[in-house]
């Protein structure tokens, strides 16, 4: 089989040319191909933009040569290969959101931002809130013409949910809990004070007080839409590290009950599960012994997506095109969940 940019990570980490290849790119970039698990259905160009600059299209462009000098006949086969899947491209729905303000935590990076963007381009108000200022500057002027209100805070805070609400003004249409923070991979036995009150703050106390927060208004308006961000830690527990599972876990229960308490309301809440994504998000170096045996796992994911993926799933639930949607958790892992 030839290979080429558009080749999988995983035919070209299997090929016996190719392979050789890109292993020794990868130990020269002090990495591994079991790493690499995760994005082993991924086209290996893809790699550039999903790699924060970690790989870079020069090295793609590099493993190309190298693979055509070292295996010229394959190369020659290069033309007879299967076209690729045309690539997703994101499509706007202009107006969308017309009219709507919507909040959206961590939107200064990742997901958060994705959704942002789009639900800005898609004619909405925008409440973006996140603890990085400047990155939520650089968000609002990215978007010119739309109206964007930042909000720098910390979503654990009282004060700061207070911050948000009045910049809200009179009424939250919607609301994207998507702020969260990862654990180390660690098991119970390596679980730290620290890092369980730290995970659980973030990722169920915000949740829950920026939910405790709006649905007031959306009562009294008759109508409103959540979207909580768990994961797909938080359908099983082979994902991520205890103090992260239990967290999402958490997250998926307080979605559930609380779709249940305002059925009928006028209020729908629901949430996405992701899987593997290239986001901003900060992994701490793994745990020992968790991270050895989460690692086993690993290789069950399809695939690694774009956060624009994920804003695509997380702002069909924030609209009203989603009307018939009531405590569903979206698994947006491309089959993960399935697997």
């Known amino acids: 089989m030839a290979l080429s940019a558009s080749s999988t990570v995983g035919e070209w980490l299997d090929h016996p040319v190719g392979g050789r290849i890109f292993g ?38 590099g493993l190309v ?32 959101f017309a009219g709507q303000t919507v909040v959206v935590t961590g939107a200064a990076s990742g997901i958060g931002r994705a959704v942002a963007s ?9 409440v973006a809130v996140d603890l990085a200022k400047q990155r939520l500057d650089e968000l609002a002027a990215s978007l010119p013409g739309a109206e964007v209100v930042t909000v720098a805070g ?41 890092t369980w009150e730290r995970v659980m703050r973030v990722n169920v106390d915000g949740t829950m007080r920026l939910m405790r927060a709006v649905v007031p208004g959306m009562l009294a308006a008759r109508s409103g839409r959540i979207v909580n961000v768990a994961s797909e830690a938080g359908l099983r527990g082979s994902a991520a590290g205890a103090a992260y599972t ?25 949430a996405v599960a992701p899987g593997g994504v290239a986001t901003g998000i900060q992994v701490p170096t793994q745990a020992e012994f968790g991270g050895a045996r989460l690692g086993k796992f690993m290789g069950n994911i399809p695939g690694v997506a774009t956060a624009e993926h994920l804003a695509a799933s997380i702002t ?20 993960w969940s399935a697997v």
Do not use: C
């Open 65 to 96: 040569a190298a693979y055509r000098e070292q295996a010229p006949d394959d190369a020659d086969d290069a033309g007879h290969a299967p076209a690729a899947p045309a690539p997703w491209a994101e499509q706007v729905t202009a107006g969308r």
């Open 118 to 126: 789009r639900v800005a381009r898609e004619g909405g108000r925008v």
């Open 24 to 61: 020794t790119v990868l130990e020269q970039a002090g990495a591994s191909a079991e790493a690499l698990a995760p994005a082993r259905n991924l086209p290996l160009e893809q790699l550039v933009t999903l790699s924060n600059g970690q790989f870079p299209a020069e090295m793609v462009d």
């Open 316 to 335: 069909f639930l924030l609209s009203t095109d989603a009307v018939n949607l009531n405590g569903a958790i979206v698994a947006s892992d491309g089959g």
């Open 154 to 194: 910390d979503i654990t805070s009282a004060e700061s949910v207070e911050e948000i609400v009045r910049a809200a003004g009179d009424r939250v249409d919607a609301l994207a809990n998507v702020a969260g923070i990862m654990d180390d991979m660690g098991a119970v036995h390596e679980l730290t004070d620290a």
């Open 246 to 270: 239990a967290s999402k876990h958490a997250v998926v229960g307080l979605t559930k009950s609380s779709a249940v308490m305002y059925a009928g309301s006028g209020i729908q809440v629901n």
